[in-house]
């Protein structure tokens, strides 16, 4: 997790990904609609690198190309993750 998270070309290559941490909470993924409440809510402690971009992907989000994000966002994603 700390991979997807820290390196480049994984967390960084959404654009509508937004992570913040919160010490002693599993890395958990909120799916938010247009008014920003939470619809889906996914633990992504159980996945690999390659199945949460799968993940991601599915469910909507685009990854850029170059593996960075191009311009800041209104966020609809937020990904909570322990250190």
Same mark, same amino acid.
């Given at each position: 997790?700390?991979?997807?998270? *820290? #390196?480049?070309?994984? $967390? #960084? $290559?959404?654009? +509508?990904? &937004? =992570?913040?941490? *919160? +010490?002693?909470?599993?890395?958990?993924?909120?799916?938010?609609? $247009?008014?920003? %409440? =939470? =619809?889906? &809510?996914? #633990? %992504? +402690?159980?996945?690999?690198?390659?199945?949460?971009?799968?993940?991601? =992907? +599915?469910?909507?989000?685009? /990854?850029? @190309?170059?593996? @960075? *994000?191009? $311009?800041?966002?209104?966020? &609809?994603? #937020? *990904? &909570? /993750?322990?250190?």
């Amino acid at each position: 997790m700390r991979r997807f998270l *820290k #390196d480049p070309g994984h $967390a #960084d $290559a959404y654009k +509508a990904l &937004t =992570v913040t941490w *919160k +010490a002693g909470e599993n890395p958990t993924l909120y799916l938010k609609n $247009a008014g920003n %409440l =939470v =619809v889906e &809510t996914i #633990d %992504l +402690a159980p996945l690999k690198i390659e199945g949460i971009h799968s993940l991601l =992907v +599915a469910k909507g989000l685009e /990854r850029n @190309a170059s593996g @960075a *994000k191009s $311009a800041p966002s209104t966020p &609809t994603i #937020d *990904k &909570t /993750r322990s250190n």
